[in-house]
């Protein structure tokens, strides 16, 4: 048998005998479990030529000692070995000498050890398992205990956030994007689905909203799942916040979409059966207001009749307009141009309203594709909104630029912003905060933007102000022949 090498520092320890207990105890220490945990340990291996013939045991602890001195565990478990005491005397102080007794209480020691081992590798294993699928889910994952502090947070929670996971350990939960966001608040219909499963025991969710740093809106679906311990009593909770950002932009279009529809279908039916009665009523006002006979007071009421039949018209008009698809020519804009006239034409109504209009215009971006008219529309619009919605004066900023690969053309103002409980109904028909008008001019922005092939973008903060940015896709390099054919029979190229 091949001597054992023995590195210091280190524990050598020797077994001498026979006995079940011994053959046990080799295999335990020479174990790779072992070896791993207590790389420290040696066993003394056995030569049997030292053993002596005369004898029943094939070495004796005096020959096992005199091949391996630095012994400092000597086991005997030899069947007819001398009395403890007697074979003491005779070994050095070095060696510490353990009968069967000890080891018993040694395998006892070291098959509990390598249970636990089993278990501990296993629990290992269950961890890796249990945290890649904790990190590798792309919603925020929040473990909570019942006063509502963070115990831990996957990956995504601290990376969309750019900061360090400690950051986040301890905190209450409302803390993560502020109470606006996830407290419950009855008035604005809100409910607070972890007070809910803390509560009742059971799984809930809910829809919450808040407007980010750049004050955009942003939409969360909140699930939160009961925790119990073996005694059935609920000791933590997972929340789950997953982003509907896209999901709800892609409903609030469809809606859009069914409304436009409607809209159309009962445009129709009020160009053919209101127009003409209020054809009727307007001429038949004016007739009367022509007549001598009535007094001061008939005229006058007359006349309010006349003055609300001419504004019935013009919104019978604008609604028959805005249903009506968009003729929209598809040329190039030059929307620096664009916004130059535009802010020609209304600087001087500004300056009236103490407020300061900024002309800021990117020079190297390129043309747009779409109709210049209908451009230099939507902005008159969106500067006119602004305008009005700074009635104590302000700034007005009206921006050109280029932004992941389109054209944008931005307004923004310093007024006193669009509140949150009405800021996804702007681009709705008919919705208006003012007292004249339709409300189409957004709605109508929208279409027309759309229409085109662009889209809007809105950003809005209480008290801090409202930009909305339409964009546009840039004119291509290429002749005018194959920019024809792309525009009427795309799927060919």
């Not at 207590?38 to 291996?45: D, H, R």
């Not at 509990?112 to 699928?133: E, K, P, Q, Y």
């Not at 043309?367 to 104590?392: F, H, R, T, Y």
Request: hydrophobic fraction near 40%; include cysteine; charged fraction near 25%.
């Amino acid at each position: 048998m091949k001597e054992l090498i023995i590195s210091t520092p280190s524990y050598i320890i020797g077994i001498v005998g026979n006995d079940p207990r011994a053959a046990r105890l080799t295999e335990l220490l020479l174990g790779e479990d072992f070896s791993t945990t207590f790389p420290w340990v040696k066993l003394a291996e056995i030569d049997n030529s030292m053993a002596d013939p005369s004898s029943q045991d094939e070495v004796s602890p005096q020959q096992l000692i005199a091949t391996h001195p630095n012994i400092d565990l000597l086991f005997d478990l030899r069947a007819n070995g001398r009395p403890p005491e007697d074979l003491r005397a005779e070994l050095p102080a070095s060696v510490t000498l353990a009968g069967e007794s000890t080891a018993d209480f040694l395998l006892e020691i070291l098959a509990s050890g390598l249970a636990c081992t089993s278990c501990l590798s296993d629990l290992f294993h269950t961890r890796n398992l249990f945290t890649t699928i904790f990190d590798e889910v792309e919603e925020d994952v929040i473990l909570l205990d019942t006063q509502g502090r963070i115990l831990d947070v996957n990956t995504n929670v601290y990376e969309r956030r750019g900061r360090p996971k400690e950051e986040f350990i301890g905190i209450h939960c409302w803390e993560l994007e502020g109470r606006e966001f996830c407290c419950e608040d009855e008035e604005r219909g809100k409910a607070c689905p972890y007070k809910a499963t803390l509560k009742e025991g059971k799984k809930a969710e809910s829809v919450h909203s808040y407007v980010d740093r750049d004050g955009r809106m942003r939409y969360f679906r909140i699930y939160t799942y009961p925790i119990f311990n073996n005694d059935k009593r609920l000791t933590h909770i997972m929340e789950m916040r997953r982003d509907i950002t896209v999901r709800t932009s892609m409903e609030m279009r469809l809606q859009q979409s069914e409304k436009m529809a409607i809209i159309g279908e009962l445009s129709t039916y009020i160009a053919h059966e209101i127009r003409n009665p209020l054809f009727a009523i307007g001429g038949f006002a004016n007739s009367l207001l022509r007549s001598t006979t009535l007094s001061e007071t008939d005229r006058e009421k007359v006349s309010i009749i006349l003055k609300e039949s001419k504004r019935l018209d013009t919104i019978l008009k604008s609604t028959i307009n805005f249903s009506r698809p968009v003729d929209a020519k598809k040329g190039l804009v030059d929307v620096n141009m664009v916004a130059a006239e535009t802010m020609r034409l209304l600087t001087f109504g500004a300056e009236q309203k103490s407020i300061v209009p900024v002309l800021q215009t990117d020079p190297s971006i390129a043309k747009a594709v779409g109709d210049s008219d209908l451009v230099k529309q939507c902005l008159i619009n969106m500067v006119k909104n602004s305008m009005e919605a700074m009635p104590d004066g302000g700034s007005l900023f009206v921006r050109t630029g280029m932004r992941d690969g389109h054209i944008f053309l931005e307004v923004e103002d310093t007024g006193h912003g669009i509140p949150e409980e009405i800021r996804t109904k702007v681009f709705n028909p008919f919705f208006s905060t003012k007292d004249k008008g339709a409300g189409l001019g957004l709605a109508m922005t929208k279409k027309i933007i759309e229409d085109m092939g662009g889209r809007v973008e809105l950003y809005s903060q209480a008290d801090e102000g409202t930009s909305v940015t339409l964009f546009f896709s840039p004119a291509l390099a290429v002749d005018a022949e194959t920019s024809l054919l792309a525009q009427e029979n795309p799927e060919e190229l």
